[in-house]
């Protein structure tokens, strides 16, 4: 552990290092799932626990934060950063402080079991309040998490690692729902379905001016898989199928009234989505692309929650 708090020869990592290492501005996308799951539990009539809510946002996002130290890790290992020339910062390409010489592998590594225990820990005091349902979702988040980067499983390389994330942050919203409502609620399966598949979106774009580098050393993506055009194709899919979800349901009285607000999202997705498939084997034009795709992921997820407490609020 002694890697995690000195490197030799250089001095101890400051508290800012770390933070630049978990990739701050990709948090927030977690902090909004985790956000619109207790709303979501509300909603559904639940009493509000609003510490429990507070700590389930926090876990999500430290589980988030060891998730990127974990994928920088397991990118160091195979080498694919390293030789990447075409990284669009901060979007693709890691946080780079093992090849700036910032941190060593196994600092990364060390912080990364050390937040991996604060969540596991805190986990399972939410849990003993919230039920064994939420042990579940988090031991499959967390695994999903791990698999996603571990050089032996490697789901990035396997063309799963897109459809891993997009489940783990089904699981957010999910596990955040159950921590209000103590249970498995058919209702609370709905609402991050949408905000998962647009989080799928943000890691869709940041893999094409990766793909170069990932192709050279074995990190065979979906994108490096089905190559730029096809997979920007998909990628529309996608986007369309997280805002036709969400169109599907409202009509059907499942989502709150107002969970149309989300549907506006779907303008900016659009366009993002027109430009991917119109610079789609020139990735380095793509810097506005994940502007707009992180963007619309926070916005959509920041509407769906304003909707859900809404419903809240009404019931007083």
Known sequence: MTDLLL???????????????????FLLVTAVAALLGTLSGLACGA???????????????????????????????????????????????????????????????????VLAMVVVGGGIVLAARAGPALIAIGLVGLTLGWAYSQPRVALMSRGLGELGVVLAWWLVVLGADVVQQHRLNTL????????????????????????????????????????????????????????????????????????????????PSGWAAIWLLIDARHPQRLRAVMVVTVAVAVLHGLLLSAAYGRVVWLRG
């Open 188 to 267: 609370a399966l709905l609402p991050g379905v949408s905000l998962a598949l647009l989080v799928g979106a943000i890691l869709w774009v940041a893999e094409f001016p990766d793909a170069q580098a990932d192709a050279q050393v074995g990190k065979r993506t979906l994108v490096v898989r089905l190559g730029p055009v096809p997979a920007a194709w998909l990628h529309l899919l996608i986007v369309l199928a997280a805002h036709t979800w969400v169109a599907a349901w409202w009509w059907a009285d499942w989502l709150p009234s107002k969970a149309g607000w989300a549907l506006l999202t779907a303008l």
């Open 47 to 113: 009493p509000p626990d609003w510490p429990a809510g507070a700590a389930a946002i926090v876990l999500a996002v430290l589980a988030h934060a060891a998730m990127n130290l974990h994928n920088d890790w397991g990118d160091a290992q195979i080498g694919s950063d390293a030789i990447n020339t075409g990284r669009i910062a901060p979007f693709s390409g890691g946080s780079r402080m093992v090849q700036d010489g910032v941190l060593t592998p196994d600092q990364l590594r060390d912080a990364v079991h």
């Open 7 to 25: 490197s030799a020869g250089a001095r101890r990592p400051g508290w800012r290092t770390w933070v630049r290492a978990t990739r701050p501005g």
